[in-house]
């Protein structure tokens, strides 16, 4: 079978082409043809170097879709639709291959009128979503904002926090060109940054208040200003570094507002909360009430330009490759 391999971590140049045996059904895995996988920052981050864990030759992604072909049973009928996110392209073989052996509890059934492409960019933003939002205490009512609305998960979150019943559902973006997209995609409670600042524009969404709840996956000088938009007892959850691993942060955000930073590792959450995600989540998706967003797709042989895509283009909505 045909797979993109780093077979070394050392950017783009790292990435092959390659011809590896079909994998086999064992210990309770399901094997799936697959349709498409799903580009993160974290495959970017593993080909970069960055993440010490994961070791060289690898075939990347970290999520995906396809239709199961052996070893589902009566969960995973053979001839379903699935998606998964799991240890897939960071501690073993992944998603940027036509076959792939993957455990039953990482699989979740596409909804009808969700299709591959579009799932396979739904796991890993949607999950984290749901997950650090319950973390941190949302409940309907909750002012949230997500910065980077262009992004995977803070589009996931803002648009989780808004079908959940959030009084506000906040998030921005640097780009003004991204700004008039996200309002054309009905997405009303966007800080244009380069006309407003976070915080400013935040007190104004909210009359003062500021935001209940902060889920971050930028980092740097977002996570700082981010800070001083928390409402009285808020939190932060930071949960990636986009812009950068480095913040300075001004401490009397946090005590004068009685607030608090977290952090959120989506692969240490118990498999409970994974089913609970999934259960609020699959709902939503039949409903309409979330809708994955796709700025470009890419065959499996450009993997490495889909990444270069991803981290350099910054596009507004999720890349994937098709399978």
């Known amino acids: 079978m045909r797979a993109m391999r780093a077979e070394k971590f050392s950017g783009y140049e790292g990435l092959k082409l390659v011809d590896l045996p079909k994998p086999t059904v064992s210990d ?76 039953k509890e990482s699989l979740c059934l596409i909804p009808e009128g969700v299709d591959d492409v579009s799932a396979a960019g739904i796991p890993v933003a949607y999950l984290t979503a749901k997950m650090a939002l319950t973390l941190a205490g949302f409940q309907a009512g909750k002012t949230v904002l997500a910065p980077a609305i262009g992004g995977s998960v803070g589009n996931a979150v803002t648009q989780l926090a808004r079908a959940l019943g959030a009084k506000h559902a906040i998030s921005s973006t640097t780009n003004h060109a991204k700004a008039e997209q996200a309002k054309a995609l009905g997405f009303n409670e966007v800080i244009d940054n380069s006309f407003e600042k976070l915080g400013d524009g935040v ?37 990636g570094y986009a812009s950068s691993r480095k913040a300075t942060i001004d401490v009397t955000n946090l005590i004068w507002q009685r607030a608090s930073i977290k952090s959120f590792v989506m692969f240490d959450q118990p498999q409970a909360a994974w089913a609970d995600a999934w259960n609020a989540i699959v709902p939503l998706l039949q409903s309409g009430a979330i809708k994955p967003i796709v700025a470009k797709t890419f065959p499996l042989a450009e993997a490495a330009d889909a990444l270069r895509y991803l981290v350099e283009g910054r596009p507004f909505g999720r890349v994937v490759l098709t399978i």
């Open 203 to 239: 007190r104004r969404i909210t009359g003062g208040y500021g935001a209940d709840i902060v889920i971050d996956g930028v980092g740097g000088e977002v996570l700082s200003e981010a800070l001083g938009a928390l409402a009285l007892g808020g939190s932060l959850t930071t949960l």
């Open 28 to 103: 309770g895995k399901v094997l799936l043809r697959m349709t498409a996988a799903g580009v993160t920052p974290l495959d970017h981050t593993i080909l970069s170097d960055q993440f010490p864990f994961a070791k060289a030759p690898l075939v990347l992604g970290n999520e995906g879709a396809g239709v199961v072909e052996e070893g589902g049973g009566t969960d995973f009928p053979v001839g379903s639709r699935v998606m998964f996110t799991g240890p897939y392209g960071v501690f073993e073989d992944g998603a940027y291959s036509e076959w792939l052996a993957v455990r």
